[in-house]
């Protein structure tokens, strides 16, 4: 079970900090309580989307009995990762789709400007061959182009 008791974040880091009850794990078969005595946190690099902190030391408990544990090692468990990741992907997520859609309109602002340019090289080889059919579909078709392009402005 990994349940963060809160999750703290800030431009380049997102912390989940774990507490007694929200933080156990199942070593040679037995239950262990997360007891924070040394790490409590799991730091994770926002740009990056990877654990910073790979070298603390989580402590578990089971009774009388203390395990150490790495970052490192618990994140050779494919749970934990799944865990982890359903906790911290909400909180780069909004960055991504910004940034995606960011990406997408300049692609698009771009695709249209292309589209102008080659629809003005054939408006002008239509002119160059004197082929008054393409030169009044070219037209129309350049016409409706910039139509769309105000009413979308």
Sequence with gaps: M???????????F????????YFSLFIDQELYQF???ESREIIVDRSRKR???????FVFQREKKIVYVSVADLLAIPEFITHLDSIVSPYYDDDEQLEGQESME?????IVQLE??????LIDRSIDEQDRESFEVLTNL???LNRQQSSHS
């Design 51 to 57: 654990v910073h902190n790979v070298f603390d030391i």
């Design 106 to 110: 300049e692609a698009k602002e771009i």
């Design 142 to 144: 350049w016409n409706n």
């Design 116 to 121: 102008k340019e080659n629809l003005r090289r």
């Design 35 to 37: 007891v924070p005595m």
């Design 2 to 12: 990994l349940k963060p008791y809160y999750v703290k974040e800030d431009k380049r």
């Design 14 to 21: 997102i912390r989940v900090v774990l507490a007694y009850q």
